[in-house]
């Protein structure tokens, strides 16, 4: 496994991540006939908050994000661009992303703004159709709640 970090993003982050994103998602979205270059960018753009993300580095460099967004309820978040560059794949960082984040969730550690709060009951995401990612998911207990043709979405806890 790759030494990783992850620290708070900025607003300065935006235009790596958004490059990342397309590069990260252009093979599924060309296979599902939805790419387009401005748009996926755009798209990431248009709906980043920094106080939500996390910039995943490998040896000090610029590896990967993740962003966990409240969704109106302490107890409910989505996990959201949760993307890792091509030449960091594979090494495990992604599982050791996501087993982190869920831990803090699960002991109170995130908020919506990095703070502390009471524990996320439920993660919830969507991943594209097809997309090898959504097998990181299932061995981190996350189970299909719908889907459709381009979509499937995910979930992880209850709201109890």
């Known amino acids: 496994m790759a030494d990783w970090e992850i620290r708070p993003a900025s607003a300065a982050d935006v235009d790596a991540i ?8 252009r093979g599924d979205l060309e296979r599902l006939g939805r790419y387009d270059a401005r748009r996926v960018r755009q798209r990431l753009r248009d709906g980043f ?4 993300t ?10 990967g994000c993740v962003a966990l ?6 107890r409910c978040h989505w996990l959201e661009h949760f993307y890792v560059g091509a030449q960091h794949q594979g090494r495990g960082i992604g599982s ?15 908020d919506g703004g990095g703070g502390i709060g009471v524990g996320v009951g439920v993660v919830r ?5 097809g997309s090898p990612a959504r097998r990181l998911y299932e061995r981190y207990g996350f189970v299909v709640e719908a889907e459709d043709a381009v979509d ?5 806890g209850t709201a109890a």
């Not at 958004?18 to 998602?25: F, G, H, I, Q, T």
């Not at 831990?103 to 109170?108: I, K, L």
């Not at 995401?125 to 159709?129: S, W, Y």
């Not at 499937?152 to 992880?156: A, E, I, N, S, W």
């Open 18 to 25: 958004a490059e990342l994103r397309a590069v990260v998602m």
């Open 96 to 110: 050791g992303v996501l087993g982190e984040l869920l831990e803090r969730c699960d002991r109170g550690e995130v």
């Open 125 to 129: 995401l969507n991943v594209l159709q």
């Open 49 to 52: 908050v920094a106080e939500w």
């Open 54 to 63: 996390w910039v995943i580095e490998v040896g000090g460099a610029f590896a």
């Open 152 to 156: 499937v979405f995910m979930v992880r």
């Open 69 to 74: 967004r409240p969704d109106g309820d302490a």
